[in-house]
C-alpha cells in the first residue's frame, strides 16, 4: 500500500428514468415483508446484494451503472418491476382500517420502544423486544391503524458475532454508514432540520430527529451525535444496550422526554400513548410538565396522562426492570420536579421500588398508565404477582394487570414457497383472512405430498445457508478441509431426509440451552441411531456482559466437537433475522427449554409454527396457551419452587422420552412416498391453529379494542371541558386516600350455615364510612360452589344497596340472595372504593374483606 494518505470518494450511479422509484422502494422499509422487492434488487447483482447485507439504499449506491441501465432495457426486469410498483401504490392506497367499526376517528397511536427489529439492513434492534416492536408497526401499517413510531436511532445496534474453535464468542461492533440507513432527517416548515432539546446535569443536549418509513407507519428516531453535543452527549445514542447507568438513564432521558417533544415539535398530538417496556416511562413526566406549565396541578396532570397510557410489560422477574437511585434520580431531575410543582419526596414515590426504595421505571409506568398488560396469559398472572405492590390490598389476580399475548408478522415470517402454495389452494383472499380459524382449516386440503414437498424445499435452502456459514467459520478458525467435511456430512440440502431440531435464541441461563446434554448417554442413543439419526442445529448471542451465557456456547461447541457429535450437533455463529427466517421455516422441529415461568412470551415459535415446523417446548409462554395436544409436543414444568438441578433432571428426562417415544418413530415413519403421513398431519395441525392466533394482525387488533379504543375515550373524557373530569378524579382518590385507613366493616347478621334450594338468604353489614359517602363504595358479596371456582374471576358477584345510617353513624348494606346453586356454597363479603370516572374498579388499590 502507498505511504501517502489515502482520500475516499463515493461515486454514485445515476438510475435510469424507467426505473426512477427504485429509490422510494429502498427507502420504505415494506421491503423488509415484500420479497418480491428484495427479489428485484438481487436479481441486478447477487453478489452485490449479499455483500450489502440487503440493504437496497445501500445496493443502489454501489451497483455500477451499466446494469441499470441494461435493466432499463430487460423487459422481463421491467414487467417485475412495474408489477412491485402497482403492488406497492395499491398497499398504499387502498383503505383496510376501518376507523367508525373501531371508535377510531381522529386518533393517533405514539408507540415508544427502545429497539425496532424490520430487517437485518437496519441494525438498531438487539433481539425480541425490537423484533415484536417492529412486527407491531408492521401490523399496523397493515391495518392502516394510525400509529407513529418513536425511538433511538443508533449507530450501533447488536453486535455481530464470532465463534472461535473453543467456542468461545467475540463481540463485533460496526458503525454503518448513515447514507445507506432508510432514514431521512425531518425538516420544519423552512427545511431547516428538526432539533429538540433536553436538561442533563448541568447542560442542555440537542437532540436530531430522522424519520424511517414502513408502509403506512413514521417511524421518528432520536439521535444525539452532533456537533453541537460533548463528546460524551455525543455517545448517548451510540450504542445500544451499552455503558452503564449513567448511559442508560441519558438515553431513556432521550427517549422519553426527548421524544415527546420531537412530537410536539412536529406538531402531531397523539391521543394514546403506549409505551413497550419502562425503558420510555419518563415520557409521563414530560407530559404531566407540560399539563402543569398550563396551569393544572400535578395530581390531575397526572390522571389525565395516564388516562389515555398503556404499559407493556415483557420482563417475567423483578430483576429484569430498570431501576436507578435516588441519588441519581435527584440529579438528572432535580429541576424536572420543581416544574411540576411538587417536593422530592412526592416526585420519587412516582416511581419508588417499596423493597429497594430505587426509582423503577415500572413502578414509574404502572403509575403512569391505566392500562397495562403482560404477552402471555401466563407472564400476565406472572406480572400481577410482580406488581402486586402497585395495588397492595387487591389480589394479584384481580388487580388491573391484563394480557394480550404476543403474535408474529405473517408476511415477514410466513416463507415464499407457502405464500405461493395458499395462493394456489386457498385463493388471494387468504392475506385478509389471517385471524379466521375456520379459514385456515382449509388448510388439510392441500395434498400431503404437496406440503411435504415445500417442507422439504425450505429445509434444504436451511442447509445450503447452513453449510456456507459453517464454511465461513471453518475456515476464519483455520479448520481443515476434513473437519470441514466432517461438519457438514449429515447436512445435504440434496437429501434432507435427517430429522433436524433447531434451538436458536438469545443465549440466557434461564433459556437453557445445554438442557439435552444432562445425559450425553441417553442423548447418545437418540442421535446416533443409524435407521433414525436426528441432527441439531443451535445459534444464537449472549449479552457481552452475560459471562454464564457466554459458558453455555463453551458448552455447546464441546459437546458438538465430541468426535460422535460431530456433523449432527452444529453450532451456527451470528444468529440475525435472515437465518432466523431460514431456521424457523426449515427445520422439522423447534425446541424451547426455558425455567418455568420466566418465559414472557417467546415468539419464535411460532414463526416456526406458522411455517409448519413442529414445536417441541416447555409449557410457558405462548405455548400454555398454543398447545393443543395434536400440533406439537408439550413438556409439564416441574413445580417453581423445585430445586434447579432436580428440575433441569425431570424436564431434561421428558425431553429425552418425547424425541425417543414420539418425535423420532413418528419422523420416520415414512410410507412409500418417502414422507410420513401423520407427521404432515401434525405439522398442517400446527399451522392451521397457530397462524390464526398467533398473527401480529390479531395482536394489534386486540391492541386496539381493549386498549386505545377505551384509552381515547377515556383521555377525551378526562381532558374535555378544562380537565374537568382529571381535576374531579383526582380530588376524589386524595379524599378517599386520607379516609381509608379508618374504614371498616362488620356483619350485624346472623349467619345461616343451611337453607333449602330456592330460599333466600338476608345479609346485613355495618360500615364505618370515615367521612366518604354511600356512593363512594362497593360494598358485594363473592360466592362460588365449594371445589369449582379456582380463581376470583369465576366468583359471581352480589352487590349490597344501602339502607340507612345507624345512631353510631356506621351506614348499613344489605342484601337478599337465592342461590341459584345447590352443594356447600362459600362466600366472602368486602368494600373497596368506587367512582363512575375510574378506568379501573381496583386502580386505588384499596379493598377490606370482612
Not at 392502516?144 to 465463534?163: H, K, W
Request: proline fraction near 5%; charged fraction near 25%; include cysteine.
Amino acid at each position: 500500500m502507498p505511504s501517502g494518505t489515502a482520500f475516499t470518494i463515493s461515486v454514485n450511479p445515476k438510475i435510469p428514468q424507467r426505473l426512477a422509484r427504485l429509490e422510494e422502494l429502498a427507502n420504505d422499509l415494506w421491503y423488509s415483508w415484500d420479497r418480491s422487492t428484495r427479489s428485484l434488487f438481487s436479481r441486478l447483482h447477487p453478489g452485490l446484494w449479499g455483500a450489502v447485507g440487503h440493504n437496497p439504499k445501500a445496493f443502489l449506491k454501489r451497483v455500477d451503472e451499466s446494469l441499470l441501465v441494461k435493466a432499463a432495457e430487460d423487459q422481463v426486469f421491467l414487467a417485475n418491476y412495474n408489477s412491485i410498483i402497482s403492488a406497492y401504490d395499491s398497499y398504499h392506497s387502498e383503505p383496510v382500517w376501518s376507523p367508525d367499526a373501531m371508535g377510531f376517528q381522529h386518533d393517533r397511536v405514539a408507540y415508544f420502544c427502545f429497539e425496532f427489529g424490520f430487517h437485518e439492513s437496519f441494525p438498531i434492534y438487539s433481539g425480541g423486544l425490537g423484533i415484536l416492536a417492529g412486527d407491531h408497526c408492521k401490523a399496523a401499517s397493515d391495518l392502516r391503524l394510525p400509529l407513529v413510531g418513536v425511538g433511538l436511532l443508533y449507530r450501533q445496534g447488536y453486535f455481530y458475532q464470532t465463534i472461535d474453535m473453543e467456542g468461545n464468542q467475540n463481540v463485533i461492533y460496526a458503525d454503518p454508514d448513515f447514507e445507506d440507513l432508510p432514514v431521512t432527517p425531518v425538516l420544519d416548515q423552512n427545511g431547516s432540520e428538526v432539533r429538540v432539546e433536553v436538561q442533563m446535569p448541568q447542560r442542555r443536549v440537542v437532540i436530531k430527529v430522522w424519520r424511517a418509513k414502513i408502509g403506512h407507519v413514521a417511524l421518528y428516531l432520536l439521535d444525539t451525535d452532533l456537533p453541537e453535543n460533548s463528546e460524551n452527549d455525543r455517545y448517548i445514542t451510540h450504542q445500544l444496550y451499552g455503558g452503564d447507568r449513567t448511559m442508560r438513564i441519558e438515553q431513556e432521558i432521550i427517549l422519553g422526554v426527548g421524544g415527546v417533544r420531537a412530537l410536539r415539535e412536529l406538531g402531531i398530538k397523539p391521543t394514546i400513548w403506549h409505551i413497550n417496556e419502562g425503558h420510555a416511562a419518563f415520557m409521563m413526566l414530560e407530559r404531566m410538565r407540560d399539563l402543569v406549565q398550563q396551569g393544572l396541578d400535578f395530581p390531575s396532570s397526572l390522571e389525565a396522562v395516564a388516562a389515555n397510557t398503556v404499559f407493556t410489560t415483557h420482563t417475567a422477574v423483578p430483576a429484569g426492570h430498570d431501576h436507578f437511585g435516588e441519588e441519581m434520580m435527584e440529579r438528572y431531575f432535580g429541576e424536572f420536579y420543581h416544574e411540576l410543582k411538587i417536593g422530592r419526596e412526592e416526585f420519587m414515590a412516582m416511581g419508588r421500588d417499596p423493597e429497594t426504595h430505587d426509582f423503577n421505571m415500572t413502578d414509574l409506568a404502572i403509575r403512569g398508565s391505566r392500562y397495562h398488560n403482560g404477552v402471555s396469559k401466563i407472564h400476565g398472572n406472572v406480572s400481577s404477582r410482580i406488581c402486586k405492590d402497585s395495588w397492595p390490598q387487591i389480589e394479584p389476580e384481580e388487580n388491573p394487570m391484563a394480557y394480550i399475548t404476543n403474535g408474529v408478522h405473517v408476511p415477514t415470517f410466513l416463507a415464499q414457497e407457502w405464500s405461493d402454495l395458499f395462493d394456489r389452494y386457498l385463493g388471494y383472499e387468504w392475506r385478509n383472512n389471517l385471524c379466521d380459524p375456520d379459514f385456515w382449516s382449509r388448510i388439510d386440503a392441500i395434498p400431503d405430498h404437496l406440503f411435504w414437498s415445500v417442507r422439504q424445499s425450505l429445509k434444504s435452502q436451511m442447509l445450503y445457508g447452513i453449510r456456507a456459514r459453517l464454511a465461513t467459520q471453518n475456515t476464519r478458525n483455520r479448520g481443515s478441509e476434513a473437519h470441514l467435511d466432517r461438519l457438514l456430512k449429515f447436512s445435504d440440502p440434496l437429501n434432507p431426509n435427517i430429522l433436524t431440531l433447531g434451538f436458536a435464541r438469545r443465549f440466557a441461563t434461564y433459556k437453557r440451552a445445554t438442557l439435552l446434554f444432562e445425559d450425553l448417554d441417553w442423548l447418545r442413543r437418540i442421535v446416533l441411531c443409524k435407521e433414525r439419526p436426528v441432527m441439531i442445529v443451535f445459534a444464537g448471542k449472549a449479552h457481552p456482559a452475560d459471562v454464564p451465557g457466554q459458558d453455555l456456547i463453551r458448552r455447546v461447541s464441546q459437546v458438538a466437537r465430541m468426535p460422535e457429535f460431530e456433523g449432527l450437533l452444529l453450532l451456527v455463529e451470528d444468529y440475525d433475522l435472515r437465518l432466523a427466517r431460514r431456521l424457523v421455516a426449515g427445520v422439522d422441529v423447534w425446541l424451547n427449554s426455558p425455567v418455568y415461568p420466566l418465559e414472557a412470551s417467546g415468539t419464535s415459535g411460532m414463526k416456526a409454527g406458522i411455517n409448519g415446523t413442529i414445536n417441541l417446548s416447555v409449557l410457558d409462554g405462548w405455548w400454555g396457551e398454543g398447545y393443543n395436544g395434536k400440533n406439537g409436543w408439550a413438556i409439564k414444568p416441574g413445580r417453581e419452587n423445585m430445586a434447579a438441578s432436580l428440575r433441569d433432571k425431570e424436564e431434561s428426562r421428558e425431553f429425552y422420552e418425547t424425541l425417543e417415544e414420539h418425535v423420532v418413530p413418528l419422523y420416520y415413519s415414512r410410507d412409500k412416498l418417502g414422507y410420513s403421513p401423520q407427521w404432515v398431519k401434525m405439522a398442517k395441525n400446527s399451522m392451521m391453529s397457530l397462524l390464526p392466533r398467533y398473527n401480529a394482525a390479531r395482536m394489534v387488533s386486540e391492541y386496539a379494542s381493549k386498549f386505545y379504543v377505551p384509552a381515547s375515550r377515556q383521555g377525551a373524557r378526562y381532558a374535555d371541558n378544562d380537565f374537568n373530569a382529571a381535576k374531579k378524579i383526582a380530588a376524589w382518590k386524595a379524599y378517599v386516600r386520607q379516609a381509608w385507613s379508618g374504614v371498616t366493616i362488620r356483619r350485624t347478621d346472623t349467619p345461616c350455615k343451611r337453607i333449602s334450594f330456592g330460599n333466600a338468604l338476608h345479609f346485613t353489614v355495618a360500615v364505618r364510612l370515615n367521612g366518604l359517602q354511600p356512593d363512594d363504595v362497593v360494598v358485594e358479596l363473592l360466592i362460588f360452589r365449594q371445589l369449582k371456582a379456582s380463581t376470583l374471576c369465576e366468583f359471581k358477584h352480589f352487590p349490597f344497596e344501602f339502607t340507612g345510617v345507624q345512631e353510631s353513624d356506621e351506614h348499613m348494606f344489605a342484601l337478599d340472595l337465592t342461590p341459584d346453586l345447590c352443594g356447600k356454597l362459600d362466600y366472602y363479603i368486602r368494600i373497596y372504593p368506587y367512582q363512575t370516572l375510574l378506568t379501573d374498579p381496583f386502580e386505588m388499590g384499596m379493598m377490606r374483606w370482612l
